[in-house]
């Protein structure tokens, strides 16, 4: 299983900007498909965006063109720029590893002024 630990969350104003970060242990990270989730109060979790091991991307339609996903094979990885935050962007953020279904603890996002 791959141990998977985010960070980069906090308060941000609305049209603000945010980067979120998750290092992922073991020495697989570079062939695995990362996404982001995130779940707001009493919603379900949502997929926010995804990346494949060649850097295919794939985004949530209430993100396109405001949020970008990246990956460093080299720090073990991934990345979610996220620009023009919106108040509907609140919620926990998770990363996930699809191969073996894992997650990291989640990180709080609050935008609001």
């Known amino acids: 299983q791959v141990q998977l630990v985010e960070s980069g969350g906090g308060l941000v104003q609305p049209g603000g900007s945010l980067r979120l970060s998750c290092a992922a242990s073991?020495?697989?990270?570079?062939?695995?498909?990362m996404g982001w989730y995130r779940q707001a109060p009493g919603k379900q979790r949502e997929l926010v965006a995804s990346?494949?091991?060649?850097?295919?991307?794939d985004y949530a339609d209430s993100v396109k063109g405001r949020f970008t996903i990246s990956r460093d094979h080299a720090k073990n990885t991934v990345y979610l720029q996220m620009q023009r935050l919106k108040p509907a962007d609140t919620a926990v953020y998770y990363c996930?590893?699809?191969?073996?279904?894992?997650w990291g603890q989640g990180t709080q996002v609050t935008v609001s002024s």
């Open positions: 073991g020495s697989i990270f570079s062939i695995l498909t």
């Open positions: 990346i494949t091991s060649g850097r295919r991307t």
């Open positions: 996930n590893e699809k191969a073996f279904d894992s």
